[in-house]
């Protein structure tokens, strides 16, 4: 199995920028994809962004030029880079890594952004 550990969330004011970590630890495939969601109450859970092993990347359009998802391969880890935040970014923030086979789940961060 695959444990997911995210960190880096909180609470910043619109316009402002945080910085999400995800680290991945145990049975480690080379070919994987790894990505955010983000879920609000009573909300369905959101893709936001995933990347690819080889970097390629996509996005939802409401965080297109804003978010930046990154990973660092040798160290199995995946980062989301927030910036512009806006009120309705705010939400639970998780880390998912998937195979062809498998999927995994981070416990999630919370990310509240208010004045």
């Known amino acids: 199995q695959v444990q997911l550990v995210e960190s880096g969330g909180g609470l910043v004011q619109p316009g402002g920028s945080l910085r999400l970590s995800c680290a991945a630890s145990g049975d480690i495939f080379s070919i994987n994809t790894m990505g955010w969601y983000r879920q609000v109450p009573r909300k369905p859970r959101e893709w936001v962004a995933s990347i690819a092993i080889d970097g390629r990347t996509n996005y939802v359009d409401s965080v297109k030029g804003r978010f930046t998802i990154s990973r660092n391969n040798a160290k199995d880890t995946v980062y989301l880079q927030m910036n512009s935040l806006k009120p309705e970014d705010t939400a639970v923030y998780y880390c998912?890594?998937?195979?062809?086979?498998?999927?995994?789940w981070g416990q999630g961060t919370q990310v509240t952004v208010s004045s």
């Open positions: 998912n890594y998937r195979t062809a086979v498998y999927e995994y």
